[in-house]
């Protein structure tokens, strides 16, 4: 067996030997933990097989790209990887390979959480200067969701607003909506259909927890979402030539899938997709969940007023501060467990003041609403700037970064 098959035949078993581990819940519809540092990422990465990125394969990353590692990627936000290695090979040998990321548009607005991947993957377009795909899953939030297929692809074109104002290559990038796409290419269709058949209930039993009450739409798509990695399904931007393969920058409760994707890949002959995991962004209320689209006071959403940003940090901002601010000056506040320290661990782009601000924090030197307030200018800067570059997209140019065509690469 195959070590991703073994991956997949394991991925819902989390070492149930080890009553710590089961306190951590990550699949693609729920994440939980118990403790208040949130999850345990070193136990995730071993009960996934993934291998954790360190600092060899950051130096070698920067040696390879000639440039600083992204802020995500050095401060350990990208932190596990599968075949990361691979990809790096094929750049030094400038082989090709594509980049594919995604979104399940399920509500209009996104929040700063859901800009993590895509600020990270335009860093790597930067970095590699290679294709991109994004898949907008509006099929499955009709499968999920109690939403009509109108209203998800509706919110797929709204999310590709968002996509776009992160300053997407056009000429290198192609969004589409599943519900588009499917109808547009017969190959992509027949590599949805090869996966699927590759695949068995039992087996997407296993992996995604599917019970006999649901659909048989959700049982269906998984195998969607991993056609994707493959490009064969993109033949006028890859030539029709099904032997490119792709990294995938997502968050780690998605790597279910391509676990998936990874055990079929080579009975089909194609190459199994390569993958860099995120760590998730908190709630606004503690690390114990991610930040949450659904509720609208555990998210700072990118359509949010600059009033609206400063009463939810305020109010609703966990904080590992003292009880008191004599205890505070004392004992210091505590860095694992405060919302807005690890805010600005995903937003604040200088190192040297993050540190500063750490060692403050810690020393008690700093409090937690001066903590609060430097985030408050920060986050209200990034969604002022976004909602400012997002106005500037139309519908008009969403249709031109949805159409399929071919991509200014050769293959």
């Known amino acids: 067996m195959s070590d991703d098959a073994k991956d997949v035949a394991s991925c819902r078993d989390p070492l149930k030997g080890e009553e710590e581990e089961e306190e951590d819940i990550v699949d693609p519809w729920k ?24 600092d060899d394969l950051i130096a070698r990353f ?28 094929r750049y030094e040998k400038r082989e090709p390979f594509f980049l594919y990321t995604g979104r399940g548009p ?13 600020i990270f993957t335009k860093w790597l377009q930067d970095a590699f200067d290679v294709p991109l795909v994004i898949e907008l899953t509006d099929d499955e939030k009709f499968f999920w969701k109690d939403l009509t297929l109108d209203e998800t692809h509706h919110l ?3 999310n590709s607003k968002d996509i776009i ?74 030539g029709g030539r099904p032997d490119i393969p792709c990294l995938i920058p997502c968050a780690i409760d998605q790597d279910p899938y391509f676990r998936m994707t990874r ?28 930040m949450s689209g659904s509720d609208p006071n555990s998210s700072v959403y990118l359509t949010d007023s600059p009033d609206a940003i400063a009463h939810k940090i305020n109010n609703y901002a966990f904080s590992g501060g003292g009880a008191t601010l004599d205890e505070h000056k004392k ?34 030197e700093m409090t937690t609403g001066e903590l609060k307030k430097k985030l408050i200018v920060i986050l209200q800067k990034i969604v002022a700037d976004h909602q400012q570059r997002r106005n500037a997209v139309s519908n008009e140019l969403v249709f031109e970064y949805m159409k399929p065509r071919k991509l200014n690469y050769d293959y």
């Open 263 to 290: 055990d079929v890949a080579p009975r089909l002959g194609f190459p199994k997709p390569a993958l860099i995991h995120s760590t998730f962004i908190p709630a606004l209320q503690g690390a114990q969940t991610k």
């Open 165 to 238: 104002a992160v300053g997407f290559d056009q000429k290198k990038t192609f969004i589409f909506a599943d519900t588009d796409y499917i109808s547009q290419s017969k190959e992509f269709y027949r590599t949805v259909c090869q996966i699927q058949k590759l695949v068995t209930f039992n087996q997407a039993r296993a992996i995604f927890g599917f019970t006999d009450s649901d659909s048989i739409g959700k049982i269906a798509f998984p195998a969607i979402q991993a056609a994707t990695s493959f490009s064969a399904g993109f033949p006028l931007i890859f």
């Open 106 to 118: 399920s509500s209009e607005a996104m929040h700063v959480g859901h800009l993590i991947p895509f």
């Open 331 to 364: 004992h210091g506040g505590n860095c694992d467990i405060d919302i807005s320290y690890k805010y600005l661990s995903f937003f604040l782009e200088d190192d040297a003041e993050l540190e500063k601000i750490r060692r403050a924090y810690s020393g008690g």
């Open 62 to 89: 920067e040696k390879a790209t000639k440039r600083p590692a992204h802020p995500l990627l050095r401060r350990g936000i990208f932190f596990s990887h599968r075949d990361l290695g691979f990809i790096l090979d």
């Open 156 to 158: 797929a074109v709204e």
């Open 31 to 54: 994440v939980e933990s118990k403790s208040a540092k949130g999850v345990d990422y070193d136990k995730l990465i071993k009960r996934f097989g993934s291998s954790k990125i360190d």
